[in-house]
């Protein structure tokens, strides 16, 4: 049996930190939201016992170290699966971006293995494993939508932010994120969100106020190693984007556009620089089984 999924990636409309726990974690609090830019993943019965990937990008690695291997080597172990299984990941999602790319695969492994072994677990349980794999793998499961707290470990689902055309555009490089927030400074962080005035802008649907509204304060952290970051903000809005930030840890950065015509002018415009540019629209849902 093959099953074949999609897995999404995210945006931030807003990332905030709101303190640190002595074990040294960030306590934040962002608004996430999935796009549709998805990796496929295709997992089937493999002869042997052990766990086999597979991924169409080189710079990604394909054995115990790929968070998707991870992700069913802890199924496999917690539940004693004595099958084998081949994992083929198609990426499109681009690497080291801010995205998610890696945490979205973590959570198709567990969403199709769920199904493929038949384990029964529900959507919260598969959410409290993806959380032993990394904060954002909770977040991926579900998708649309939501507010993170903790560790980006407390979600709240929130009114879909529907149909809003955004253009996402990676420079050519990648950031590590767990050495941005290393090097962020709690005492200065530069522009915060207003995290309860965005959440009721969505409330509204006021997307415009949305966008202006946006902030991230990894951004000066990248920024300020990455000058290109607020070059590709600029041209957002030359292009007429309604609001621009960098998503993540960066160095992805993002813009909202009131409508198609203007999202897809500045596609073009941007592409001519940076080849990793896209244009996509939010979506409700993170993974999603892949019939067609
Ligand atoms: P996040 O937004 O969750 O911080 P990201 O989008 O910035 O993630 P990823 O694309 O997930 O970053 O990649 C981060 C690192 O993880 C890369 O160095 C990559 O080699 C490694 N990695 C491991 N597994 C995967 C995977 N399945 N897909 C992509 N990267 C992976």
């Not at 909202?256 to 990793?276: T, Y």
Request: hydrophobic share 40%.
């Amino acid at each position: 049996m093959e099953i074949k999924l999609k897995t999404r990636a995210k945006v931030n409309f807003s990332i905030d930190v709101v303190g640190k726990r002595d074990d040294g974690y960030h306590l934040v609090e962002m608004i996430m939201q999935t796009i549709d830019l998805y990796d496929l993943i295709t997992l089937g019965d493999a002869p042997g016992k052990g766990i086999t990937l597979t991924c169409s990008s080189s710079i990604v690695p394909s054995d115990a170290r790929n968070i998707a291997y991870k992700a069913a080597a802890l199924l496999k172990d917690m539940f004693g699966v004595e099958k084998g299984i081949k994992i083929d990941i198609e990426k499109r999602i681009p690497v080291g971006a801010g995205m998610a790319g890696g945490s979205c695969n973590a959570a198709g492994v567990l969403v199709g293995l769920n199904k493929l072994w038949n384990l029964g677990l529900t959507t919260e349980e598969l959410k409290q494993l993806g959380l032993k794999l990394g904060a954002d793998v909770p977040f991926c499961i579900e998708g649309g939508t939501v507010l993170a707290q903790g560790i980006g470990d407390k979600l709240t689902t929130i009114k879909d932010v529907k149909d809003v055309w955004i253009v996402v555009c990676k420079p050519n490089f990648s950031v590590s994120t767990a050495e941005v927030y290393k090097s962020l400074k709690l005492d200065n962080m530069g522009t915060r969100p207003d995290t309860e005035r965005l959440l009721g802008y969505i409330e509204k649907g006021d997307i415009k106020a949305l966008a202006g509204g946006m902030a991230n304060v990894l951004e000066s952290v990248t920024q300020s190693r990455y000058s290109v970051i607020s070059h590709i903000k600029d041209k957002m809005m030359h292009q007429r984007a309604l609001g621009s930030i960098m998503t993540g840890s960066g160095p992805t950065v993002f813009g909202i556009f009131k409508n198609f015509e203007d999202a897809h002018k500045a596609e073009s415009r941007l592409k001519q620089m940076w080849e990793q540019t896209y244009l996509v629209k939010t979506e409700n849902r993170g993974v999603e089984f892949n019939e067609g």
